[in-house]
């Protein structure tokens, strides 16, 4: 099956070129699946899914609509930004954004409106040096268990995201998932290591997670999918867990990916420049390694790991 695709104008750039998104459509009828990838600027593994996507389905079947947005954020892309290069706005914090608004918004709008003209939405990120996994925002009752169960077929890692206040300061509910999920649209993040660089073990376990779902609901006629290249921690009601550094240092790494640890166990050690110890890193709660540090070199506040932990 050939895709179409449609270009989305959304405005213009001082030399009249115009700023677009390119809309692919594979397929006709429900279920109507969209998937939307690198809202981020520096994560690019999504990207390479959506290949696979569409070269997959030139020789296969899609039963219903596989609608995809591949680069959501063009300009930040070209730019090598995370953001938004013209007004340095994360993207993924202005939804459901605004269409006579800043581009910015007008890009979050434009995506927002084709997405929920769909039965399930996908949001495609990375998470560096990571597992790949799914993030949950936080609802209750009959769609709860709707986008638990749509999760759960993917065969990958399934977190809640914060909670409370951590969740509100970092204006998660502007992300494109919690703005669907109110229109009543399953919906939540997907989560593949990878950043500036493709990370192509990411892109296979992607690619297979998402014919699972598709599998699941009935959009493609195979055998599930196991996904062996990765640690997949088989159970719900484990929540994402940050571990900071306090002091600046070059990083010694103790810890696997997918590897489960004690409270306050050493996860790595930081040092200076001869050798001495400025901090020892550890855990304050007892969880799976999801995501270890990109780079060794570390700062005051950085996100050393990720950990998957208990409520």
Known sequence: MNPSIEIIPISKRIDDSIIHLKKITIGSGSPRLFIGASIHGDELTPIAVIWKLIEYFRVSEVKGTLTMISGMNPEGIAFKKRVDPYFNTDLNRVYP??????LPQRIANAIYRIAIEHDVVLDL????????????????GDLR??????????????????????????????S????????????FTVELPGGSNIDWTGVNVGFKAILNLMIHLGMVDAKKNEIT?????????YRRYDVFANRAGILENFVRLGEFV???????????????????????????????PSRSIVYPADRVYLLAVKE
Not at 97 to 102: L, R, W
Not at 125 to 140: K, M, R, S, V, W
Not at 176 to 187: M, N, R, T
Request: charge should be negative; glycine fraction near 10%.
């Open 97 to 102: 954004g605004d269409p006579e608004g800043t």
């Open 125 to 140: 990120h990375t998470a560096g040096n990571c597992i790949p996994f799914i993030l949950l925002d936080p609802i209750e």
């Open 145 to 174: 268990k709707e986008v638990e169960d749509l999760a759960l077929s993917m065969g990958i890692t399934v977190l809640d995201e914060y909670l409370g206040d951590k969740y509100e300061a970092l204006k998660l509910g502007n």
């Open 176 to 187: 494109l998932p919690p703005q669907v999920l109110k229109k009543d649209i399953p919906s």
């Open 229 to 237: 290249e990765t640690f997949v921690l088989g159970e719900l009601g």
């Open 262 to 292: 004690e409270k306050f166990t050493p996860l790595g050690v930081s040092r200076d420049f001869v050798g001495n110890v400025v901090e020892w890193i550890k855990s304050e709660k007892t969880g799976y390694v999801i995501s270890l």
